[in-house]
Structures are given as C-alpha cells and as structure tokens.
C-alpha cells in the first residue's frame, strides 16, 4: 500500500480487502445486478475535499467504492475516467464502513443517470 494516507487504493489493495470478505453463503437479494469494475475514481465531498477511490462494483443504480477516509452519508460527485473520456455523476452515499489497511468502502446512489 501508498506510504500517503490519502492516496488512490491499488488494485492490490482493492484484491486484499475483496478476499478478506471471503465466499459467503449469503443469499443476493439486490433488486439490479451488479458488474464488478476497478477502475480509478475521485471522489469530491459537499465540503470541496478530494478523495481518490478504486470502484469495486458498478450497476444502472449505484455504485461500490475502496477508499481511505470515512465518508458521511450524503451527496458527493464522483468522477471515473477512461482513455477517451470522463465521466462525472452525482452519488448520494449510503453507507460507508471500515474494512482491512485503515480501507473504507461505501455504496451510493446515483442521483444523476450514466451517460451513454
């Protein structure tokens, strides 16, 4: 892991949290599925303060996010990009809780659709 208690998580570290969640017997009850997705993302709270983040997961609804750094529940911006473009919405956080390496992940809402 980054010696910068802000910086993006890596992949590895996205894979090392992700396995120590282990299998679970757990029945999916999610009314939309999701597509797991590690790409890149930042994070900009309601007070101006930039997060980098990893996505975990991603559907029409929402998406899940690896970050260091609690998040409160509440609107945000994300912003994703790929080599061709960038894509910026606006989530509303749900939950947000700590798991392994002082990592947070979180889940939100769109507030804004994907864009095509």
């Known amino acids: 892991m980054s010696e910068t208690p802000w910086s993006r998580p ?7 949290v992700l396995e120590s969640f282990g299998n679970s017997d757990a029945v999916n009850i999610r009314e939309v ?5 590690s790409v890149p993302a930042e994070i900009k ?7 980098p983040a990893m996505t975990r997961e991603i559907s029409r609804q929402g998406l899940g996010m ?6 409160n529940p509440g609107e945000v911006t994300v912003k ?37």
Not at 10 to 16: A, Q, Y
Not at 66 to 71: A, S
């Open 10 to 16: 890596s992949i590895e570290d996205l894979k090392h």
């Open 33 to 37: 599925d999701r597509l797991e997705l």
């Open 45 to 51: 709270t309601a007070r101006g303060n930039t997060i």
């Open 66 to 71: 690896l970050h260091k750094g609690m998040l």
């Open 80 to 116: 994703l990009a790929s080599e061709t473009r960038e894509f910026e919405y606006r989530v509303k956080i749900m939950w947000c809780t700590p798991c392994d390496n002082g990592m947070f992940i979180s889940g939100g809402e769109f507030l804004t659709k994907p864009q095509d």
